[in-house]
């Protein structure tokens, strides 16, 4: 097995911290489609969707998740990448896509403590709880539907990882 391994999820599912972890552990590379995006526009996500809207921001998200597809690679994708269709066929026929599954709760609780707010806008500027309901709610659909195995992200990293490695040794069978 060589292709690329997707993370989905939301914002502070752990799949940057995983990803890293995974990479390490099947020797491969790990891209961040968020961080690629930055180099790329040497702007942050938060100024992208100043200058451009998050219409635009999600156009480039899609050119993004095409540019650092590879095989041998782990990429981290954006949360809300799922959103577009195009994206969620790419994924499925060019990889394994794996979701990191967290409740509101949980994911509220992460970003709270580190709060990176510069990274990224919330969506709604409501409170982040509230938010996460809400975008879990129109999301886990999408994350579901793109994805090829679920993984509990609610643990710790390490055995996000370890379920994550044992799911693709099964489906390489
Ligand atoms: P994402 O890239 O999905 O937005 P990150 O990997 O950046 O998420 O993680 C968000 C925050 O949650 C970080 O502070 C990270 O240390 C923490 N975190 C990530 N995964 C876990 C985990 N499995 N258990 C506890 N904390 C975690
Ligand atoms: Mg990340």
């Keep these: 097995m060589s292709s690329p391994v997707f993370l989905i999820g939301a914002r502070g599912c752990g799949k940057t911290t995983v990803g890293a972890a995974l990479a390490l552990a099947l020797n491969y590379e790990f891209c961040d489609t968020d961080h690629h995006l930055q180099q790329v526009t040497g702007k942050t996500v938060a100024d992208i969707v100043a200058a451009e809207g998050w219409e635009g921001f999600r156009q480039r998200e899609t050119e993004s998740l095409m540019a650092v597809s590879a095989p041998q690679t782990v990429i981290a994708t954006g949360g809300g990448m799922v959103l577009a269709e195009i994206n969620r066929r790419f994924m499925r026929e060019q990889g394994q896509v794996i979701w990191l599954q967290a409740?509101?709760?949980?994911?509220?609780?992460?970003?709270s403590a580190y709060p990176?707010?510069?990274q990224r806008?919330?969506?709604t500027g409501r409170?982040?709880?509230e938010?996460?309901?809400e975008v879990l709610k129109q999301r886990e659909v999408l994350y579901?539907?793109?994805a090829h195995h679920v993984i509990d992200a609610m643990q710790a990293p390490e055995r996000v990882a370890a379920q994550i490695l044992a799911a693709l040794?099964?489906?390489d069978r």
């Design 169 to 171: 040794a099964r489906s």
């Design 127 to 129: 409170p982040i709880t």
């Design 121 to 123: 806008p919330t969506l």
């Design 131 to 133: 938010e996460m309901s």
């Design 103 to 111: 409740n509101a709760a949980v994911l509220a609780a992460r970003l």
């Design 144 to 146: 579901r539907d793109a």
């Design 116 to 118: 990176q707010s510069a």
